[in-house]
């Protein structure tokens, strides 16, 4: 996939480290573009977060879906689970957690 300038993408998918730990944190509409850009500079293996901020999502794609479940799933397998913060939206992609 072709990289779609940050001014034309719709959503955000950023990887932060504050006081509390690293967050992950998907906002607006989490597309393809906006997920391609978060494995272009963090690449596509689950990152470790302590946190999933996601409360400003407002529609997630199936490659955002994808980023969000491997990165949760990893935190289980690993013995980590991570607080989830989703937005409506994301709780309707989600399956029963």
Do not use: K
Not at 15 to 37: F, H, I, K, P, Y
């Amino acid at each position: 996939m072709p990289a779609v300038p940050a001014a034309l993408r719709r959503g955000v998918v950023r990887l932060l480290n504050t006081s509390g730990g690293r967050v992950l944190v998907l906002a607006g509409e989490v597309d393809a573009a906006a997920v391609e850009a978060f494995w272009r500079c963090y690449g596509r293996e689950p990152v470790r977060v302590d946190v999933v901020d996601a409360r400003s999502v407002t529609a997630l794609s199936p490659s955002g879906r994808e980023l969000l479940t491997d990165t949760l799933d990893r935190a289980e397998w690993t013995g980590r689970p991570v607080a989830l913060r989703p937005s409506p939206a994301v709780s309707r992609a989600l399956p029963a957690r």
